[in-house]
């Protein structure tokens, strides 16, 4: 005794949605939130000089396995991220400390919002 399943009609969507999958196509708009990364983070950062705030870039990596975006930061004071000092405080020359403040997670929450709900449609939409 066995199941037999019958199935009538084309399967051209289900084709064609695999066929875009196996190609990328759903890592195409990394590449623009990565820049929407870059812009909140800018926004967000903590301005004293300026120099923090516009040194923001990102990196977006695709493999055959998975894909990837970092966002950096390239100011840095005696070789660590001052956006890293910010967000996490740090001690004084003098002995004192500087609380750190959270704007990384606040300002990059809504991208990883966006990007999540996007790659949801995509692979639900068939």
Do not use: C
Request: hydrophobic content about 35%; charged content about 15%.
């Amino acid at each position: 005794m066995g199941i037999i399943f019958t199935t009538t009609g084309s399967w051209s969507r289900s084709e064609s949605w695999l066929s875009r999958l196996s190609k990328g196509d759903i890592y195409k708009s990394l590449d623009s939130f990565g820049k929407l990364g870059v812009s909140a983070l800018s926004k967000a950062t903590p301005v004293d000089s300026g120099l923090a705030s516009s040194s923001w870039s990102y990196n977006v990596k695709v493999s055959r396995t998975h894909a990837s975006i970092s966002w950096t930061n390239s100011n840095a004071e005696g070789g660590v991220p001052v956006v890293i000092l910010l967000q996490y405080g740090h001690g004084t020359g003098t002995g004192g400390y500087v609380q750190g403040r959270d704007f990384i997670n606040p300002a990059i929450k809504p991208i990883f919002d966006q990007i999540s709900s996007e790659v949801w449609k995509a692979v639900t939409s068939g």
